[in-house]
């Protein structure tokens, strides 16, 4: 393994529009930033993990636990805009890497995982996918999939069902293919990062509302890995019922 120095950056708002002020959420005793926080900090490849957000109450907060936290301005558009701004102050890191701040109970293996894409020097953004093995996921528009080349390159993410499969009815394409949705966790080479924030909204972007569709319209290569990993995102209060009536282990 070579010495890459390693950073997780954990971007979170105060002001969402579904769930405002998500991250000081509690969930079974700890707030929810905490939880991504503390899971982060179980992998094995970063060097260092760091909350980066525009509202002084999640500043406070994390302070208060004793976790590093990093002021940003409240204009950024994404996450990856916000992970940006840390690493434009922290130039001693090699990788960074996007952790969703609304996941608290991310398996740390998924980070590994992502960080260990990077071993490949030509890997510019890397990003995680898993197998659909359901049909509710497999035709649900708001959960992107992904296809790939034989490399494990994306070659396209939607929020269609890829590819469509014209002479079978949609109850057998399960069987037919292999089929991939997108887990929203990113790492990308520094330098690549400070390009990405540059470039504008591009309009296969627009169309599906996927960030990611920006880098490869601009030439950009994105490396998967297969997780076998369950995400459990927090996007509204009632995927937070959903989350705590699983009753997730401490």
Not at 96 to 103: L, P, Y
Not at 152 to 168: C, D, E, H, L, V
């Amino acid at each position: 393994m070579s010495q890459l120095k390693t950073i997780g950056i954990i971007p979170a708002r105060y002001a969402s529009s579904r769930f405002p002020g998500k991250p000081l959420v509690d969930i079974e005793g700890k707030s929810m930033i905490r939880r991504v926080y503390e899971q982060a900090t179980k992998s094995k490849r970063l060097d260092n993990v760091i909350v980066a957000t525009d509202d002084e109450r999640i500043q406070a907060h994390v302070q208060s636990f004793g976790a590093p936290v990093a002021m940003t301005a409240e204009a950024h558009q994404s996450g990856t805009d916000r992970c940006a701004e840390v690493i434009a102050t922290t130039p001693e890191f090699d990788i960074a890497i996007n952790i969703q701040g609304d996941e608290p109970y991310i398996d740390p293996e998924q980070i590994d995982l992502l960080v260990d894409c990077f071993q490949k020097q030509e890997v510019q953004i890397a990003t995680l996918i898993k197998r659909i093995t359901t049909m509710d996921v497999l035709f649900n528009p708001n959960i992107p999939k992904v296809v790939i080349d034989h490399s494990g390159k994306a070659i396209y993410f939607s929020r269609q069902t890829i590819p469509y499969f014209r002479n079978a009815p949609s109850q057998d394409w399960p069987y037919l293919h292999t089929y991939y949705k997108h887990i929203g966790i990113y790492g990308y080479r520094t330098q690549v990062l400070a390009e990405l924030t540059k470039l504008p909204v591009s309009s296969l972007e627009r169309a599906e509302s996927l960030e990611q569709l920006r880098w490869l319209e601009n030439g950009y290569h994105i490396q998967t890995a297969e997780t076998s990993f369950e995400t459990l995102a927090v996007d509204t209060p009632e995927d937070l019922e959903k989350l705590l009536a699983q009753k997730k282990p401490q």
